[in-house]
């Protein structure tokens, strides 16, 4: 391959990069300002809430759990060496709602949900079901699109809260109840280092920005997906590395703009 | 039938090219009104790409169509959706919602665009899903159902919302000769009776043939003729005969363009 033909695949794909960036975008405002004209959007919302949301909290606890407990065990290991293993909560709270709570949240929604999301889209689009909907009078973008982004943009950050909540117990069932560590002082260490404003609602305005964008990632990958078996399954890849890249990238955007 | 009214869709001088290939190439059609057109041509000639275009789901290069006094391209996505309220379409898949039973998918163009009430909406379901003989197979799920089944619960959906224009897109294909039968006696029968205009598109010669008022034979981006179709069957156009009498060598090839046959035997995979 000659150099010239280097630079022309390196400028198409280029091309073919912004483009998909600038359908991305129109594809959003189009969903989020369309005029909504069906009176069962509710019900539609919900359907939506109930398949991307409640379905996702058995894994989102079980992995909190999981995750608050070696938090806790790592934490305790780390802690009794300085002889302050009391802070063990305080450090399981901190770490779980300002990082791992979100981030992790938005990992697993990415592959539970996200890819989900894109497949269902993407089949619908292969299966002309979306086209039959546009012949039928009716936009896809809001009858199908909008109820499952907005189920995204609702739950997600709901999840991310029941992780930490989760995790935090597990932490406190390995410091307190396993390794001996007194609760008093768990959970007192815990209340005292923990700022409303700089811990918690941090961490929830982290849960709505990657609650925002893996979604649209995921929706906006399956409706642009190409029709076939091997488009859908590389479209549901994309969304995994997509999302989670995009998630780890703007984490630490605004870690370093928040701390 | 020369007044412009008397035409449902006119596609006028429309160019449409995919990539660096041009699929119509200065086409005039037109549709006319209460009639039942077949569009014919071989496979991959841009049978479906026409429909898609009457529907405004891919937009021409250049050119206008005119469906019932709009020009379709030109149209805003709001009023775009409210023009498709007037069209129905059927899929070559059906495109049933797989998570909604027959009776619902029925249902979904009259929930989604009228405020009737629960019971008129029932009546107009079943009335429809009595037209295509499916009304016992309302609670049936879309995967529960043959392929031939699947089509006209589909019809049924199409003509919920009792459309001016049809649009079939390969009805026949892969179709049992006694679905085939029902197919084909429906399109005639629900455009008879409602007062619809049908456009069939097919490579199914002798099913469209008998149905159709009208015929269009297009390919290589063209036009290659139109008439009845006992006009059509006695052409003196060469392609046109072929087309029609399923002739497999004439001015479409039996083969695909490639180099002398005796040569390519004769090269070693080096050569090559």
């Known amino acids: ?259 | 039938m020369n007044d412009a009214s008397d035409y449902i869709v006119e596609l006028k001088n429309i160019t449409f090219r995919r990539g660096s290939r041009v699929i119509f190439d200065n086409v005039d059609i037109r549709i006319p009104r209460g009639k039942v057109t077949g569009i014919m041509g071989p496979s991959g000639c841009g049978k479906t790409t026409l429909l898609r275009l009457i529907g405004a789901q891919l937009r021409p290069d250049s050119g206008s169509i005119w469906v019932d006094g709009q020009n379709i391209p030109e149209l805003g996505r709001e009023q775009l959706f409210a023009a498709r309220q007037h069209m129905g379409m059927l899929f070559q898949s059906g495109a049933l919602f797989t998570d909604l039973d027959v009776f619902e998918n029925v249902a979904f163009p009259l929930r989604v665009h009228t405020d009737l009430p629960e019971d008129m909406i029932r009546d107009i379901v079943l009335l429809k899903l009595e037209a295509v003989g499916l009304r016992g197979a309302r609670a049936l799920m879309p995967d529960e159902l043959s392929g031939g089944m699947k089509r006209r619960v589909a019809l049924a959906r199409a003509i919920a919302l009792d459309p001016a224009l049809m649009m079939y897109d390969e009805p026949f294909v892969g179709q049992d000769p006694i679905s085939m039968g029902v197919l084909v006696r429906l399109i005639r029968l629900l455009n008879d009776a409602m007062g619809l205009t049908s456009i069939v598109v097919s490579h199914d010669l002798a099913e469209t043939a008998s149905i159709a008022d009208y015929l269009y034979v297009v390919g290589d981006g063209q036009v290659l003729g139109q008439g009845t179709p006992e006009e059509l069957m006695n052409s003196d156009n060469p392609r046109i005969r072929q087309f029609m009498q399923g002739e497999p060598d004439g001015p479409v090839p039996f083969h695909y363009p490639a180099q002398n046959y005796v040569q390519d035997l004769m090269q070693t995979e080096k050569d090559a």
Request: aromatic content about 10%.
């Open chain 1, 1 to 259: 391959m000659s150099l010239v033909d280097r630079v022309v695949l390196l400028g198409r794909a280029g091309l073919d990069t912004l483009a998909a960036l600038g359908r991305s975008g129109l594809f959003l405002v189009n969903v989020l300002f369309g005029r909504a004209r069906f009176g069962n959007g509710w019900t539609l919302l919900v359907k939506q809430l109930h398949a991307v949301g409640v379905m996702s909290l058995a894994i989102i606890v079980v992995s909190g759990l999981f995750i608050g407990m070696v938090l806790a065990l790592q934490g305790y290991n780390i802690l009794v060496g300085y002889g302050s293993e009391q802070a063990v909560g305080q450090m399981v709270a901190l770490t779980l709602l300002r990082e791992l709570g979100p981030v992790v949240t938005a990992l697993l929604f990415a592959g539970r949900a996200g890819s989900a999301l894109t497949a269902e889209i993407g089949l619908m689009k292969a299966t002309e079901q979306l086209s039959s909907m546009e012949m039928i009078g009716v936009d896809p973008l809001k009858y199908v699109i909008a109820p499952r982004l907005w189920a995204g943009f609702i739950s997600m950050p709901l999840l991310a809260m029941v992780f930490c909540v989760v995790g935090i117990w597990g932490g406190a069932m390995v410091a307190v109840d396993w390794l001996g560590v007194y609760s008093g002082s768990y959970w007192s260490n815990m209340q005292n280092s923990v700022e409303f404003t700089e811990d918690v609602l941090n961490g929830l305005i982290k849960a709505v920005v990657f609650a925002f964008v893996v979604t649209w990632i995921a929706v906006f990958q399956g409706y642009d997906c190409e029709p076939t078996s091997e488009g859908i399954s590389r479209a549901t890849t994309r969304t995994v590395v997509y999302a989670s890249l995009a998630v780890l990238g703007l984490d630490f955007i605004l870690t370093a703009l928040m701390f």
